[in-house]
């Protein structure tokens, strides 16, 4: 982990470079070539990437998982998890709860009225990841927030073993009440999802999370579907002062550290002191951590503990470089988590670590990367939601504005349009 010293001078294009990569991903040109196949053969070739890939001899009769089999594999799993898996869903439930909206509409005189239709998308493709970890966690975030909005059609895709192998995962589903579940991983499920094969159903937006190839399918399917986001390595960027013990400081950073080895993990300070101290933890923690590879290699390459000048400064590097999780542990955090802008989520206090938010606090885990919180929004409610603009005119109404409406077009160029106009004016 590096310590840069940005007291003096705080160098924005310094950080720029510091957070570049320079790993380069060649896969978009194999993954364009898997989601054509898919488009081409559908469940043929879906059965011949997953055994490639997956080592699974896989049929189209046995693509989707029974109901029976769902609740099978979740009878395996932990009774108390189960619980929490509970707990935790209502919690989920109860925060998606509040970003529901209502259609309405107003009257705006001589018989106009003017409004927004809201409606939930048909069908929603989930897609639950297996590899180096299986995320139950992934389930809940991503299924309930379309649940609440009233998708009518939820369907799961996740790789061939990843029920067997994370009961937590099945249980998940059981708990949810999903039953239309597919056992198709990688890119290939997600050029299933977006066109659709004998088996497997089109669907209209695809969310959840994945590995880089899965990203890649989404880019390439974006606009033939909706897709939630281009989703990178988990981030936390974490403003601390010397009130925080550095050891819990050092605990947050490993926490999003072990999910990946590109994850970025930076601390924020203006104490030399807490610099060094917490530059010693991580090591000292890393050794005793269980995903302790991976981690390591996330700390070493990506981690970065930056000095600078105060809270001012803080504030300015944090919105600068738009985090996926801002974590806030000061004693007095509000004036900075009061005008960071930029970040996916931001955890206030010393006792509100990401993880927090990870498995059970409420709002969805699903949140923007790579800097694009300057402009993307975590998975929500309204992702699932589509709005529809409801136009209502009246004969006097025309009356009033037809000849505007008319020159308006004519001023473009556009006389059909005038002319539709202009017929009912003589009329009205």
């Known amino acids: ?24 991903q ?3 040109k194999t993954v364009h070539e898997i989601i054509e196949d898919i488009r081409s053969r559908g469940d043929e070739a879906l059965c011949d990437y997953t055994k490639r890939f997956d080592e699974f001899e896989l049929v189209p ?6 109901e029976e089999d769902i609740q099978w594999f979740a009878s395996d799993a932990d009774d108390e ?18 970003q529901t909206e209502d259609s309405w509409e107003c009257y705006a005189g001589d018989g106009i009225r003017l409004g927004v239709r809201q409606t939930p998308i048909g069908r929603a493709g989930i897609y639950i990841p297996g590899g180096k970890a299986a995320y ?41 009440s999903l039953n239309e579940v597919y056992r198709i991983g990688g890119a290939q499920a997600i050029g299933a999802l977006a066109y659709g094969t004998q088996t497997v159903p089109q669907v209209h937006k695809i969310v959840g999370p994945g590995n880089q190839y899965v990203q890649s399918a989404k880019r390439h399917v974006y606009g033939i579907v909706d897709i939630d986001m281009l989703a990178g390595p988990s981030e936390v960027a974490i403003v601390a002062d010397e009130t925080c013990d550095p050891a819990w400081i050092a605990a947050d950073l490993l926490a999003q550290a072990e999910h990946d080895e590109m994850a970025g993990v930076w601390l924020i300070c203006w104490s030399r002191e807490l610099a060094a101290s917490v530059f010693d933890e991580v090591r000292a923690q890393l050794e005793l951590l269980d995903r302790s590879s991976i981690a390591r290699v996330a700390v070493v390459d990506r981690g970065i503990i930056f000095i600078v000048g105060g809270e001012d400064d803080a504030i300015t590097i944090v919105n600068h470089i738009a985090p996926e999780h801002v974590e806030v542990l000061m004693a007095e955090p509000d004036h900075v ?4 802008n930029n970040a996916g989520a931001i955890f206030i206090g010393r006792y509100a670590p990401t993880v927090v938010g990870d498995y059970f606090a409420g709002p969805s885990h699903v949140l923007p990367t790579n800097r694009t919180a300057r402009f993307f929004s975590p998975l929500g409610v309204p ?8 136009i209502r005119y009246s004969g006097r109404a025309i009356e009033r504005f037809g000849e505007m409406i008319e020159k308006f077009a004519i001023a473009e ?3 059909g349009h005038a002319k539709s106009i202009t017929i009912r004016r003589h009329k009205a």
Do not use: C, Y
């Open 136 to 176: 139950p966690s992934s389930v809940l975030m991503n299924v309930i927030p379309a649940q609440v909005a009233g998708v009518e059609r939820i369907v799961v895709v996740t790789p061939p073993r990843a029920l067997e192998e994370n009961p937590l995962v099945a249980a998940a589903l059981k708990l949810l």
């Open 61 to 66: 009769e046995l693509m989707r998982v029974p």
């Open 26 to 28: 060649n896969i978009d």
């Open 1 to 24: 982990m590096r310590i840069v010293d940005l007291s003096a001078e705080l160098n924005l294009s310094e950080v720029d470079s510091l957070l570049a990569s320079d790993v380069q």
């Open 81 to 98: 998890l189960v619980e929490i898996l509970r707990q935790a869903a209502k919690n989920i439930r109860e925060f998606h709860e509040q």
């Open 383 to 390: 992702d699932f939601m589509k709005r529809t603009s409801v």
């Open 413 to 415: 160029g556009l006389t």
């Open 337 to 340: 988590s009061d005008n960071i």
